[in-house]
């Protein structure tokens, strides 16, 4: 990284590598600046970001900002692809609110692949409220990204687009350890499974929400499971202050009904804590009032092949959705592929470039809980009809919303909307 006037500027190489992710069993992955999984870019609200990203690969590839309020040709449209031995520069202006974003691949048809097989990674936007509330920061601010995929003997990984179990891990190894000190933890947590939902268990110990995907929640709120889809991300504070010296605490998933470990915390020491939640974090700015109304059905192609998005699969010649900038709408998002299904049901997770949105209800209940913050990803279930509002400005141009099960937007469940 290297500091240029008003900007911070970094170089990626997009590179294939070597990672254990069975201890002593090398597999072959794709990489951003040969790390798996893809080095943290901690950014300042307000200040500008610029990345280079050079293609080292043997395919073409581009890159999304997940989260990002970015010009559109920093977004990492799907046809606009990084070519091998070619670089590009996107510009990343950072004028949002702190939250924890992240940065992954995003080539039409090709994106399940290329994340699952190591195309990702954690960009952390620092917010100036946020050293002022006193929330753990520094080594006890720790991203978290949690991914799926399937082994072979070896230790290779396995890519085959299917419902077939998948086993988690987490920063890109196995069931690991981490050791901590007996006090407040905040961490970071993103979903970067293909399709797995997945809702974590400390053994009942207390997880305090403090942030979704667009930042901080207006108050923390304190769980005992929290559920994280694919695409999304939940901020916790874990306070380990009453947990002895020696204890270990397993962070689990249990949203099968069964307990699959994912990571251990090994507690190893006393240590003084200055940091605290305080009761309120973040008001939310007021919501305007929606000029439009659109309906948006989730659900398999009139062929039964595809995904769809209001039975059209995608064409990257064909504008969806046209709105005017400076607008407020509000998208009823409904899922209207099946409960029962031989692989279970078909679950959506909807994500839309640009801009964030507020959850305003689910089949007219409220929305989950930590729901109640700006989001960008969002669960909707079969049957379910979900309601957000979004205001559409900062910029004009092209711009998708899609599935975020990447292997359904890759066959059709994605389209675009143009703000004009």
């Known amino acids: 990284m290297s500091t240029r006037g008003d900007a911070d500027v970094y170089e990626l190489p997009m590179k294939p590598a070597k990672t254990e992710i069975f201890p002593g069993h090398p597999a072959s992955v794709l990489t951003f600046g040969g ?3 893809g080095p943290t870019i901690r950014a300042k609200a307000g200040r500008t970001v610029k990345v280079k990203y050079i293609n080292q690969l043997d395919r073409a590839a581009t890159v999304h900002l997940h989260g990002g309020h970015v010009p559109p040709g920093s977004d990492g449209y799907p046809m606009d692809l990084i070519d091998p031995g070619k670089s590009r520069l996107f510009e990343y202006p950072n004028r949002q609110l702190g939250s ?17 097989r190591g195309l990702a990674g954690f960009y952390l936007i620092e917010g100036p409220d946020e050293r002022e509330l006193g929330l753990p920061n520094g080594a006890y601010d720790v991203p978290i990204m949690i991914r799926d995929g399937r082994f072979d003997e070896n230790g290779a990984m396995i890519f085959e687009p299917s419902p077939m179990p998948t086993m988690l891990h987490a920063n890109g190894r196995i069931q690991p350890y981490f050791q901590v000190d007996a006090r407040k933890y905040r961490f970071r947590i993103l979903n970067a499974t293909l399709h797995r939902i997945i809702e974590l268990d400390l053994g009942g110990q207390e997880m305090v929400q403090i942030a979704s995907d667009g930042g901080l929640l207006p108050a923390p709120l304190s769980r005992t499971k929290v559920m994280v889809v694919p695409g999304e991300r939940v901020e916790i504070v874990v306070d ?30 006393q240590s003084k804590d200055a940091s605290t939640v305080p009761a309120q974090l973040r008001a939310l700015p007021a919501l305007p009032e929606a000029t439009n109304v659109r309906d948006m059905k989730l659900s398999f192609s009139p062929s039964g092949e595809e995904f769809a998005i209001n039975d059209k699969t995608f064409d990257p010649n064909r504008i969806d ?32 470039h640009l801009v964030p949105f507020r959850v305003l209800d689910r089949d007219g209940k409220p929305p989950l809980p930590g ?34 099960l990447q292997e359904h937007s890759d066959i059709g469940m994605m389209a675009q909307m143009e703000i004009v």
């Open 240 to 269: 380990f202050s009453q947990q002895s010296v020696g204890s270990k605490l397993v962070l689990t998933d249990v949203y099968s009904g069964a307990s699959e470990p994912i990571l251990r915390f090994d507690v190893t020491r």
């Open 371 to 404: 729901e109640n913050g700006l989001k960008d990803t969002v669960l909707v279930r079969p049957g379910e009809t979900v309601r957000v509002q979004a205001t559409f400005s900062g910029y004009r141009g092209r711009y998708m919303y899609h599935c975020h």
């Open 35 to 37: 790390q798996f999984i």
């Open 100 to 116: 924890t974003l992240w940065y992954h691949d995003h080539t039409c048809s090709k994106e399940a692949e290329h994340v699952y």
């Open 321 to 352: 959705t046209q709105i005017k900038e400076g607008t407020t709408e509000i998208w009823r998002i409904t899922n209207a592929d099946p409960a029962e299904t031989p692989f279970g049901p078909v679950n959506h997770t909807f994500h839309m």
